[in-house]
Nanobody, 117 residues
Framework: QVQLVESGGDLVQPGGSLRLSCAAS????????MGWYRQAPGKQRELVGT???????NYADSVKGRFTISRDNAKNMVYLHMNSLKPEDTAVYYC???????????WGQGTQVTVSS
C-alpha cells in the first residue's frame, strides 16, 4: 500500500526554477527519511539529496546551493525546490522512501524535468 506520487515536472529554460512534489501514503511518513533521485538518459540513477525525519538535509555536490528539499509531515509531502536550472539537470526525478533494508525502500514513478532553451 506504500505509494509515492511525484508531480511538478516540466520543460523549463536554463536558469529557471521548478518545484517538484511527492505525495506519500501507506506508511507513517514522519518515521522515514526521504530522498530525491534522478536519472538522465543513458546514465545511472543518482542521488540528488535526502531529508531526515527531523528535516536535516544533504545534497549532491552537483545541486548543492541550487536545490532545496523540504518536507511537511502534516501533509505527508516532500518537495524539491530547484533553482538556477541547467541543461544537465534534465532527468526523470524520483521520490523515494529511504530505509535500512533495500526491501523496505519504495520509489515513485518519476516526473520528467527538461531544461532546454
Amino acid at each position: 500500500q506504500v505509494q509515492l506520487v511525484e508531480s511538478g515536472g516540466d520543460l523549463v529554460q536554463p536558469g529557471g526554477s521548478l518545484r517538484l512534489s511527492c505525495a506519500a501514503s501507506g506508511f507513517t511518513f514522519s518515521n522515514y527519511a526521504m530522498g530525491w533521485y534522478r536519472q538522465a538518459p543513458g546514465k545511472q540513477r543518482e542521488l540528488v539529496g535526502t531529508i531526515d525525519r527531523g528535516g536535516s538535509t544533504n545534497y549532491a555536490d552537483s545541486v548543492k546551493g541550487r536545490f532545496t528539499i523540504s518536507r511537511d509531515n502534516a501533509k505527508n509531502m516532500v518537495y524539491l525546490h530547484m533553482n538556477s536550472l541547467k541543461p544537465e539537470d534534465t532527468a526523470v526525478y524520483y521520490c523515494s522512501r529511504r530505509a535500512g533494508l533495500l526491501a523496505n525502500v519504495y520509489w515513485g514513478q518519476g516526473t520528467q524535468v527538461t531544461v532546454s532553451s
